[in-house]
Every structure is written in C-alpha cells, then in structure tokens.
C-alpha cells in the first residue's frame, strides 16, 4: 500500500484563484478532506451553512473564519476548532506563504 503525506503540496493549481480539495475519507457518518488554501477566501455575498458538524485543524499557515455574528477566530498552525451544523460563517483569510493545508471532518 503506498502512502501519502499530509505535506506534500506539489499538485497544486495553475492558478491561485482555485482552492485543492482533496477526499481522504468517505464513509457512511465521516467525511475527511484535507484543503490546501493560497489565499482563496470566501466571497463577501456568501456563507457556508452546512448540514453537519465541521471538525477542522489548520496543518500550516494561518487563516480567518467569520462567523454571521461578526465574531471572527483567527487560526495558525496547530489550531483547530469544531464548527457546528448551520453556523453560517465563510473564510476571510488564508495565508499564501505558506500555504494553508486543512484538514477538515465532516460528521454526517
């Protein structure tokens, strides 16, 4: 069985305006992604409001998530937090250099 490393971002996109999102798990009650972000946010008009909790972790860099509140939690390398289902919030920064690599479960 060959292995991967949580690290290793030489598959990135041609260009910097597209976020890689990678499956690692999908299972009946789990999903597990790991995203690599370089500086992608998301856009002003929207929110994410997911249908289930959000377990994420930031491997490297540092990122911003706004919460609809105006609460905002800044995250750096090693922080994580558990977002729960249908708190609205969005990305308001990712750190380009370096990257940020998330790693993020979904509980379905």
């Given amino acids: 069985m060959k292995t991967q490393n949580i690290y290793q971002i030489d598959n990135l996109p ?5 976020e890689l999102f990678e499956q690692i798990l999908n299972k ?7 995203i690599i972000s370089t500086g992608q946010i998301t856009p002003d008009d929207q929110w994410y409001d ?8 930031l491997l490297q860099g540092n990122a911003t998530i706004e919460f ?18 249908h708190r609205k ?4 920064f990712t750190s380009s250099a370096p990257p940020c690599i998330w790693l993020a ?4």
């Fill in 50 to 57: 997911q249908e289930s909790d959000e377990w994420v972790i």
């Fill in 68 to 85: 609809e509140n105006a609460e905002y939690t800044q995250l750096s390398k090693g922080d994580y937090l558990l977002i729960p289902a």
């Fill in 28 to 34: 009946k009650n789990t999903k597990i992604e790991r």
């Fill in 105 to 108: 479960v979904h509980m379905l």
């Fill in 14 to 18: 041609a260009t910097d305006s597209i």
């Fill in 89 to 92: 919030h969005r990305v308001s």
